[in-house]
């Protein structure tokens, strides 16, 4: 919990300093210096080496100033999943809960095509899209949970022009923002798209790698898609995309 705390107010200070130049150049609290990407950096999380990204899933590097390494906010809060959002009119960056939160999967029904937990294992190859609640929890990449949405491809089931699998959810525009937790088996990539098919996120997920925790902003979007993209063709593998104890935000 210190090294946390310790990281989160290092990242604090980077992001006041360099993330929203525009409001604090507005009023008159910006002063200009001389900094450097480092590039050479490598950032551990219990013990595994992560790769900063920012909202939209691009790859970001840590500011040295001074002899100090300064870290974006963003990607740390996504890294360590505690939610993050910036108030522009009081300048100010609100780490942590806001506001009233909710979980996605046991609010919201996706209306998209899928499956319910009491589908047997036998009759997986119906369909792709799996929505799933249960009393008995869920072992997800080592992490269990009660709810989840599947994003499944059977081996049986899967073709090279059908390697896009989408799910979407009507969350009503009241939410500011969503933060959970993504698994899956194999290499894909993971697209979190809002209204007018906006991007909201866009994360690249590695086979088998412990959950990674993302928090992305809403901006009050009506309609929530998850689309998830393998790449290649992948007939006679069984992949399975996890996403889990994801929680909205008002």
Same mark, same amino acid.
């Given at each position: 919990?210190?090294?946390?705390?310790?990281?989160?107010?290092?990242?604090?200070?980077?992001?006041?300093?360099?993330?929203?130049?525009?409001?604090?150049?507005?009023?008159?609290?910006?002063?200009?210096?001389?900094?450097?990407?480092? =590039?050479?950096?490598?950032?551990?999380?219990?013990?595994?080496?992560?790769?900063?990204?920012?909202?939209?899933?691009?790859?970001?590097?840590?500011?040295? =100033?001074?002899?100090?390494?300064?870290?974006?906010?963003?990607?740390?809060?996504?890294?360590?999943?505690?939610?993050?959002?910036?108030?522009?009119?009081?300048?100010?960056?609100?780490?942590?809960?806001?506001?009233?939160?909710?979980? %996605?999967?046991?609010? =919201?029904?996706?209306?998209?095509?899928?499956?319910?937990?009491?589908?047997?294992?036998?009759?997986?190859?119906?369909?792709?899209?799996?929505?799933?609640?249960?009393?008995?929890?869920?072992?997800?990449?080592?992490?269990?949970?009660?709810?989840?949405?599947? %994003?499944?491809?059977?081996?049986?089931?899967?073709?090279?022009?059908?390697?896009?699998?989408?799910?979407?959810?009507?969350?009503?525009?009241?939410?500011?923002?969503?933060?959970?937790?993504?698994?899956?088996?194999?290499?894909?990539?993971?697209?979190?798209?809002?209204?007018?098919?906006?991007?909201?996120?866009?994360?690249?997920?590695?086979?088998?790698?412990?959950?990674?925790?993302?928090?992305?902003?809403?901006?009050?979007?009506?309609?929530?898609?998850?689309?998830?993209?393998?790449?290649?063709?992948?007939?006679?593998?069984?992949?399975?995309?996890?996403?889990?104890?994801?929680?909205?935000?008002?």
């Amino acid at each position: 919990m210190k090294i946390k705390k310790s990281v989160l107010t290092l990242a604090l200070l980077a992001v006041i300093a360099a993330s929203f130049t525009a409001g604090a150049a507005a009023s008159g609290t910006l002063k200009e210096i001389a900094a450097y990407l480092n =590039y050479g950096i490598t950032i551990k999380y219990d013990g595994e080496t992560q790769n900063l990204t920012d909202a939209a899933g691009n790859r970001v590097y840590p500011i040295t =100033y001074n002899g100090t390494t300064y870290l974006p906010v963003r990607a740390v809060s996504n890294m360590l999943g505690v939610a993050v959002d910036w108030d522009g009119a009081t300048q100010t960056v609100l780490l942590g809960k806001t506001g009233a939160t909710v979980n %996605l999967m046991e609010t =919201y029904k996706p209306y998209t095509s899928y499956q319910s937990v009491s589908r047997v294992i036998s009759d997986w190859h119906d369909g792709p899209i799996f929505y799933q609640k249960s009393t008995t929890p869920e072992n997800i990449g080592g992490e269990t949970a009660s709810s989840w949405l599947n %994003l499944y491809n059977p081996k049986n089931n899967w073709a090279e022009d059908s390697n896009t699998l989408l799910c979407s959810f009507n969350i009503g525009g009241k939410y500011k923002t969503l933060t959970f937790k993504a698994y899956t088996n194999e290499d894909a990539t993971l697209t979190v798209k809002g209204d007018n098919d906006s991007l909201l996120g866009e994360f690249k997920l590695a086979a088998g790698q412990t959950p990674q925790t993302f928090t992305i902003d809403l901006l009050n979007t009506t309609q929530l898609t998850f689309l998830l993209n393998n790449g290649v063709e992948t007939y006679g593998i069984d992949i399975e995309t996890y996403v889990f104890d994801a929680k909205l935000e008002a």
